[in-house]
């Protein structure tokens, strides 16, 4: 008996979780639910359907988790809460400063179904959180450091998308290597927001746009770029679909602590990822936590639960005989 | 009230433990014990007293968590099952092949007794073995790598210093370059021992020993060194004092694995420590399980457990309200 899995949207992460799925032996897709038509998309599934939102309510029963894969600014904000009225839960909630408030919306909804909700479960928040976790509980005395990239920015391409004479635009957000070294030699800067993060743009124009206007108001722009060095390039259609069209990502995540009584002594914990498409990746910390979910209703759990309240042994399609044995 | 720790066996370990206790406000040291005549060892917390592992029993409800601190072939095997019929107890059990037969001697002792007993806390086995589950669940077809240092190994130091006419010697493995770099490129190779780490020796003769059959006699040694390049620098005493007095040790587990329908896409997770003192850094991990240990017999909980059973929450001293906003 397989675990079965529902997704809710079908866009770069949807379509990473059914691909996810299919390296999960424990695990079937049984249906996409789409707010548009169910007509329009077309799934790789051929054992799943593809259904209305509207009809979601008649899967209760056929679905063991459902995995939401809409954005956080209005998607899961209202979809978490409400779904998991109906099923155990997985999303990748992502606005930092909202997790409490979301994380209590939904904790009320799963503890009154009996359904489990795990929330902001991916790589940041996610596998990076938990690092944060773990290092910050072994050295308890330290510092720590988060960079990310060499990575497609969403937020950021959107951002230069929007100004009039830009055509496409592709922003990578990429850790500056002396910052990252002096973290690895224990020195424990204090990094400023450009010592951190250099912001490269690969911009395509409308015919007759002006370049080095558009490139000053990239340079210029407030909370986007203003605080880093940003570097702008001009490309051809060709060339941005030739070299810029997936959609990379990664970074680490660093704690440098000292430990000792007579001697100090200096040590390092690093986290790092390098990831060819960050969708698909994420997907996959998804699933992971599908099956944590699935197994923790029903051991009898309910309510709200984030990656630091899950044991990894949940995750692993092995027993715990079999992870002891193989790879303690 | 703060947790009351015990610790058994005041060895490098033991002395690490006793340091990290102090870095974790919410814990105090009670009592160390020791198979030695108490008289015979100074302990560096003025608040603790040192007493003879034959009273132990008088501590039962004067300590919550006792850490062992004994070696894995032959103090734990005993120690771990007979005090867990006592105490909650973390033990850092490392013979790999022999941890399920430990495991089933320390669950039945922790059943019976109503505690709780983590085992084969540290970071190999420890910390490396929860990545090795995280990228695991996350990353499902792949290939694991583990490699060790650059730093000391204990096991292998011994072995050259029971070679006739070696006064002292410290036996460093190194990671192979090479071979890292491969797997970060995501080229998957597959790696001899010999392809994997190389051996430096750096040893003190005893006045009119052969250098050269000393060093045919290491480079030869069945399981120690024949299956790898081995480098042995003769120095003398005082450069060895000197530089090779610390026990640095360090390593990296990665998990390289691809994901995706029509194009598949690479991944690599990397977990890193570089650590000035493995003996210290060991310890925080243990004091850090103690928590968890503790925390979980409070809620009812009894039993043996790895890291693999216990949620990351458990071991940090913040509350899950403080996690969720500050860590994820």
Redesign the interface.
Known sequence: MKIRIGIIGYGNLG??V???I???SDMELVAVFTRRSPDCISI?TSTAIVATIADIENYKDKIDVMILCGGSATDLPEQTPEYAKLFNVIDSFDT?AR??EH?ANVDKSAKESGKVAII?VGWD?G?F??????A??????GKDYTFWGKGVSQGHSDAVRRIAGVKNAKQYTIPVDEAVDAV?RGENPELTTRQKHIRECFVVLEDGADASKIEQEIKTMPNYFADYDTIVNFIDEAEFNKNHS?IPHGGMVLRSGK???EKQ?????????????NP??T???LV?YA?AAYRLNSEGASGCK????????Y???MS??Q???T??
Chains 1, 2 share one sequence.
């Open positions: 379509r990473g059914e691909s996810a299919r390296q999960n790789s930092h997790i409490p994380f902001s928040p596998m959180s938990l690092n944060r976790v773990y910050n509980a072994i050295l308890t005395e690895r997936s430990t000792g009584l002594n200096n040590h390092l914990i690093e986290y790092k990822i390098k990831l060819d498409s698909e990746f997907s996959c910390v992971a099956r984030t990656v630091f309240d899950i044991a990894p042994a995750l692993s399609q715990n005989e992870l002891r044995a790879m303690l």
